[in-house]
């Protein structure tokens, strides 16, 4: 039996409902993984689509946003949907900046818009066709 692929889904308060839109209609792709999400963004994909298995975190300010990291660096997530919204003002910019820096680093497909996951999510690397699972080196210069 193979392992269930992962993936992180995060949006800000703004793209909740485009998120939210996302996942209802996906639900049966997605229904093959095993999502994490903050905790109000996984609170509204559990409502609307109760078939999908979606394990909440804190929420992003309260220390989300760096749970979904240590996944990250942990290698215990296959990708990670953000939808960033850049029209409002970001408390927490450090911590969004740091989470896209750790999905940089690893190499794990990152979406921050509906369109980039929706082809992320038809990939043949998010289905785990062809993942590197080689930890980067990290030059100090």
């Not at 049966?28 to 095993?34: E, G, N, Q, V």
């Not at 680093?105 to 980039?116: E, F, K, W």
């Amino acid at each position: 039996m193979t392992e269930r692929r992962t993936l992180a889904l995060i949006a800000h308060d703004a793209k909740k409902d485009e998120m939210v839109a996302f996942a209802k209609q996906h639900e049966s792709k997605l229904a093959d993984y095993k999502l994490f999400a903050t905790g109000t963004t996984g609170g509204r994909i559990q409502d609307a689509c109760p078939s999908l298995d979606v394990e909440r975190m804190k929420s992003g300010p309260l220390g989300g946003d760096q749970q979904i990291g240590a996944m990250i660096a942990e290698r215990a997530l296959d990708g990670l949907f953000f939808f960033v919204d850049p029209l409002s003002p970001m408390p927490h910019d450090v911590d969004v900046k740091a989470l896209m820096r750790l999905a940089l680093v690893y190499d794990i497909p990152m979406a921050l818009n509906r369109s980039t996951a929706d082809i992320i999510l038809r990939s043949a690397r998010l289905a785990g066709l062809s993942t590197s699972s080689q930890t980067p080196e990290i030059s100090s210069q």
